[in-house]
């Protein structure tokens, strides 16, 4: 007995956690590690920030080759494919939680998320984390300085346009601004319009697709948007979420972005904020569709010891509790993956208190996914998706009209997708 009460107590189980999120986001991940290892002692998630989705997925990459790889790594929707193709590498989550014998039920999830990370059989490759689309946030004090129902998110581009032209004259610098202009401007777009961004279903039929995006529909579209930007009514401010702050500052009274920054919106802003569906073109059949999400999943790499494991599994199976999913939905804005905690928040009231905090969830499930919203299955698309953001560059600048920088983000990217499957013949 005497040894027994000497001895100390086992030290937790260590899980190194490589994450992408910074600031009001970074906080409610730490949180949920905190809580998870209060829940039990065997296990100690250890989160560590890593830089943006590209730095945390380079920095993993590297680790691996040199043995000294996390167990999770949080990656980006659209490096799906690529990090399917990194078959040695990943331990796909419903192996996983198959072989530790915890509960995984892609059912449980909502429709948009668990075809996003499948594979073609159903199973879910990736553990769904921070999900969300873009909506459209508005500054309800500038709309009412400029005699704008603020109570009536303008809903069509027509609207959004003649809005941010009051708003304008009404001397707001900026009328309208946007967040990940390619994901947002073309991925989205074309999904709400029911349009392929690419062929073989946006990929998810095979390595061979090709990019299709440089259509008449998607050209107006930003041939419009370059017209606006010579007098303000539309002004682009650079890749990722550089657009943001300007919305928070009151100097773009319109911003479309990720419904994942309400959080940061909420606590930055410092006039009332509105909310509403992603515009539409009603002239361009079957829209609006629904959008597609964006966000990360958490990747689970091999050659780890099965300690941790074990752990991963149970922290994953904490994850998907209700009660956990709807307090991070609604302390950060991102998208409640199953449907008991979309029910769970709705039952507690929160939409209530909260309007417009189901504007992602309606704008996903506003329609059954078709082929070409269902999402994107693209070898290479980080690297796509720049592309596609110097050419918009282009066309805002002055510099190329809509339709060749269209043309020129299709032929780089299609170049981008060829390479992608010579590399991976076996897929």
Not at 342 to 347: G, Q
Request: charge should be neutral.
């Amino acid at each position: 007995m005497a040894t027994a009460l000497a001895s100390p107590a086992q030290a937790a189980t260590e899980i190194n956690w490589w994450h992408a999120m910074s600031g009001e986001l970074g906080k409610q991940l730490e949180k949920l590690a905190a809580d998870f290892n209060a829940s039990q002692s065997d296990y100690r998630i250890v989160p560590t920030y890593k830089g943006n989705y590209t730095e945390t997925v380079t920095a993993a990459i590297f680790a691996f080759r040199s043995r000294s790889q996390p167990a999770i790594v949080q990656v980006n929707e659209v490096a799906t494919a690529t990090m399917m193709a990194a078959k040695g590498a990943i331990y796909p989550v419903y192996e996983l939680m198959r072989d530790q014998s915890e509960a995984f039920l892609p059912e449980a999830y909502l429709p948009a998320v668990t075809g996003y990370y499948s594979d073609v059989d159903g199973n879910m490759l990736s553990f769904p984390f921070n999900v969300s689309t873009p909506i459209l946030y508005y500054n309800k004090d500038l709309f009412r300085a400029a005699g704008l129902d603020p109570e009536a998110a303008p809903k069509t581009w027509a609207e959004v346009g003649a809005a941010a032209k009051r708003l304008r004259a009404a001397g707001s610098p900026c009328g309208l601004t946007t967040s990940w202009p390619s994901w947002i401007l073309i991925e989205n777009f074309s999904a709400f319009h029911n349009l392929p961004l690419a062929s073989r279903a946006n990929g998810f039929g095979g390595l061979d697709a090709e990019l299709t995006f440089n259509n008449p529909q998607v050209v107006q579209h930003i041939a419009q948007l370059a017209e606006w930007q010579a007098t303000k009514i539309f002004d682009y401010s650079g890749r990722g979420q550089s657009a943001e702050p300007r919305f928070q500052k009151g100097e773009c009274a319109i911003f479309i972005g990720s419904s994942g920054t309400r959080a940061d919106i909420k606590a930055n802003s410092k006039f009332e904020v509105g909310y509403g569906l992603m515009p539409y073109r009603p002239e361009i059949a079957g829209a609006p569709q629904n959008s597609i999400i964006g966000g990360a999943t958490l990747w689970v790499l091999r050659d780890r010891p099965s300690a941790e494991y074990t752990g991963v599994a149970r922290f994953f199976a904490y994850l998907s509790k209700p009660e956990i999913q709807a307090a991070w939905h609604q302390h950060t804005g991102y998208l409640p993956i199953t449907r008991a905690a979309f029910d769970l928040t709705r039952a507690q009231g929160f939409y209530d208190r909260n309007p417009g905090a189901a504007i992602g969830i309606e704008q996903i499930t506003l329609k059954p996914p078709t082929e070409n919203s269902k999402g994107i299955r693209l070898g290479s698309f980080v690297l796509i998706r720049s592309v596609i953001d110097e050419e918009l560059e282009q066309v805002f600048r002055g510099k190329q009209t809509a339709q060749a920088a269209l043309d020129l983000a299709v032929d780089r990217g299609n170049r981008l997708l060829r390479q992608f499957e010579r590399a991976n013949p076996d897929r």
